[in-house]
Nanobody, 121 residues
Framework: QVQLVESGGGSVQAGGSLRLSCAAS?????MAWFRQAPGKEREGVAS???????SIADSVKKRFIITKDNVKNILTLQMNSLKPEDSAMYYC??????????????????WGQGTQVTVSS
């Protein structure tokens, strides 16, 4: 079982930047960031895998960058030009359920506890 621990959330003003990190206890294969705001459905933000590369949601494209350190098993999400609508709990996920491509629409076996991101206008 892969254990995931997120860090790096916080409060920032619109236009600012934050960097989220997710430390995985072991290699997790396809990994991704999701977010969920109060009253809204969970949304896939970005994913990465050695086979399928990266996938970025249209809502954050050109603002967010996902990277993975495969030696340290650390997933990061660099978030730039943040908007109030980016405010949400952000979750790290790892290991696909079943077979299929790795992208922001995939289903994952393992989840972190989440880290809160709040963007004020």
């Amino acid at each position: 079982q892969v254990q995931l621990v997120e860090s790096g959330g916080g409060s920032v003003q619109a236009g600012g930047s934050l960097r989220l990190s997710c430390a995985a206890s072991e290699y997790g294969g396809c990994m991704a960031w999701f977010r969920q705001a109060p009253g809204k459905e969970r949304e896939g933000v970005a994913s990465v895998s050695p086979v399928d590369g990266t996938s970025i949601a249209d809502s954050v494209k050109k603002r967010f960058i996902i990277t993975k350190d495969n030696v340290k098993n650390i997933l990061t999400l660099q978030m730039n030009s943040l908007k109030p609508e980016d405010s949400a709990m952000y979750y790290c996920a790892a290991s696909l359920v079943g077979r299929g491509p790795c992208n922001v629409g995939s289903e994952f076996k393992y989840w972190g506890q989440g880290t809160q991101v709040t963007v004020s206008s």
